[in-house]
């Protein structure tokens, strides 16, 4: 009969000990390259982390949408190609749409 070898899930206490400490003095940031077009937009919050509860910047209501399957793969190519999010690209034709309208 062959004895089963498993292997731990976690690193062990030396493997952890082995890893350098990281030098946050040193370490260089990457800044969000999408910052400053939210910023300028002014819909959400724009700084570090979440925002407290109830300082939410809006109110902004969440909104489910439907389209086909073929839309939706179209939509995050071109997104995509564009360096957007799709949420963000969607919220953009949304606001020009918006500001075309009478």
Partial sequence: MK???TRPREPSA???????????????LRRN???ARVAAESIVHVGRGRP???????????????FPAQLWKLLEAK???EGLTLHSALRA??????KRAP
Avoid: C, N, Q
């Fill in 3 to 5: 004895r089963r070898v």
């Fill in 93 to 98: 034709a949304i606001l020009e749409w918006a």
């Fill in 14 to 28: 030396a493997s952890i000990r082995e890893i350098p400490e990281v030098d946050f003095g040193r370490a260089r």
């Fill in 52 to 66: 407290k509860k109830g300082t939410e910047t809006g109110p902004t209501v969440p909104r489910s949408v439907r």
């Fill in 33 to 35: 390259p999408y910052a």
């Fill in 79 to 81: 997104a995509k190609a």
